[in-house]
């Protein structure tokens, strides 16, 4: 069965981390862009942070840079999201989307509708 599976999320106090994973099944994610996006209630979706095919390329949203870090971990074909200084803003259901394509630019973080595959999310949320 070919999925996506996102974990690692919950409730965080402010200034706190999370690491979010997304597990392939089904495909090699290595030769798929990996983007995180994200939605919060009564928001827009919004791309977070993606990583191409080759590792080298990878893009932040002006919201999240210098706080969150995207990386593979080829071995056991995932794809991680470390988030760092988590604000509540950045309360939102995180999910992991996969295109079979290359990206060179930050156009892969609005490009959702032409994703292969997308996981159903984790809920990451950000209180005191």
């Known amino acids: 069965q ?3 599976v996102e ?4 409730l965080v106090q402010p200034g706190g981390s999370l690491r979010l994973s997304c597990s392939a099944t089904g495909f090699d994610l290595d030769y798929y862009t990996i983007v995180w996006f994200r939605q919060a209630p009564g928001k827009e979706r ?3 942070s993606c990583i191409s095919t080759s590792d080298e390329h990878t893009y932040y949203a002006d919201s999240v840079k210098g706080r969150f870090t995207i990386s593979r ?6 794809v ?4 760092n200084s988590l604000k509540p803003e950045d309360t939102a259901v995180y999910y992991c989307a996969a ?6 630019s930050m ?6 509708y032409s994703m292969n ?7 990451v949320t950000v209180s005191s």
Request: hydrophobic share 30%.
């Open 99 to 104: 295109e079979r394509a290359s990206y060179y």
């Open 73 to 78: 971990d080829n071995a056991k074909n995932k």
């Open 46 to 48: 919004e791309g977070v």
């Open 117 to 123: 595959y997308v996981g159903k999310g984790t809920l």
């Open 80 to 83: 991680l999201l470390q988030m």
């Open 107 to 112: 156009s892969c973080l609005s490009n959702y």
């Open 2 to 4: 070919v999925q996506l």
């Open 7 to 10: 974990s690692g999320g919950g």
